[in-house]
């Protein structure tokens, strides 16, 4: 039987709406980073001890940093941005030196597969989230550069099929990592769904994959707060937008995959991965390979988040 992914009614899907979930938390952490004494520190280790006699000259300048890199932020340019704000802030001769500690912070908030994106936009961050696709720790640069630039829900959805076998490979090399006790066993059972995957098992794959999710989820916060976390009632999630931008990044398209499904309501199966509908509505619709690959890269990069990688 054809892949259901693969027909007509998977071009007709509409490209997500970029949401502002996660802007704020963006912002938010740039200009923590910016206006607080660690500043020096990050100045001095990146640029060289000769900015060192220049930190009480920077004091001044650091709430005009925040307000600058939320500019940065929300304009979405992150190289061209950043040498435009040291230019108009700093002394001249200063641009190379700012501009690459500028890049250092911005780079370590984020996962090493998107260090050195130089085409990294919020506003594909934004869409891949509102699609359930993540690219946090995977999948490998290349393929999460191939994402991170796609222009269309259909296009996304062609990569996952395209490099399939790539991003298992990427989410069994990032579980090789994740060595804390507590997660051992959800490593255990994402490795099966990778197996079952690589198989050519697609359907079960997807399902242990979902059901591990859950699991986790609920052995990381309770059953309580896990249902709080991935509900939909109160629409955008606020602690997604206050949180730290690997939180966001981890946890913003998990949300998204939570969304309300009732099939006793007449709700339309999505061809995208959804938790709902992969327990409810099992058939050729929901259980695809490109499903299979957004259960797995979730299952994987919560994982690894959880292991503080």
């Known amino acids: 039987m054809a892949d259901p992914d693969e027909e007509d009614h998977d071009d007709t899907d509409p490209p997500a709406e970029p949401s502002t979930n996660g802007l704020d938390a963006l912002s938010a952490s740039a200009s923590r980073y910016f ?128 490099c399939a076998a790539a991003i298992l490979d990427d989410c069994d090399a990032v579980l090789d990592e994740c060595t804390d006790l507590e997660t051992m066993t959800g490593v255990s059972f994402t490795r099966k769904a990778i ?40 629409g955008k999630r606020e602690d997604l937008r206050n949180g730290s931008v690997r939180y966001f990044m981890a946890f913003a398209p998990i949300w998204h995959v939570y969304a309300d499904f009732w099939a006793d309501r007449g709700d339309p199966v999505p061809s995208a991965f959804s938790r709902h509908a992969s327990a409810h509505a099992v058939g050729p619709r929901q259980f695809t390979k490109r499903a299979t690959i957004q259960a797995i890269m979730l299952t994987t990069s919560f994982i690894a988040w959880r292991n503080g990688l």
């Open 195 to 234: 197996a079952a995957a690589r198989a050519g098992h697609t359907e079960a794959a997807q399902a242990l994959a979902a059901n591990t999710l859950d699991t986790l989820l609920v052995d990381t916060y309770g059953w309580r707060v896990s249902r709080q976390l991935t509900s939909h009632k109160a």
């Open 35 to 162: 206006q607080t004494s660690a500043m020096s520190a990050y100045v001095s280790s990146i640029v060289g001890e000769s900015f060192q006699r220049f930190d009480k000259q920077l004091e001044p300048f650091r709430a005009m940093y925040a307000d600058t890199f939320r500019s940065v932020f929300k304009n979405t340019g992150f190289p061209e941005w950043i040498a435009e704000a040291s230019r108009s802030l700093l002394p001249q001769g200063w641009d190379a030196g700012l501009k690459a500690t500028a890049r250092a912070l911005v780079e370590g908030v984020l996962p090493r597969n998107l260090r050195g994106v130089d085409s990294l936009r919020i506003s594909s961050l934004m869409e891949l989230a509102d699609e359930g696709i993540t690219v946090f720790l995977v999948p490998r640069p290349a393929i999460a550069r191939r994402l991170l630039n796609a222009t269309t829900t259909k296009a996304r959805r062609r990569i996952l099929g395209d």
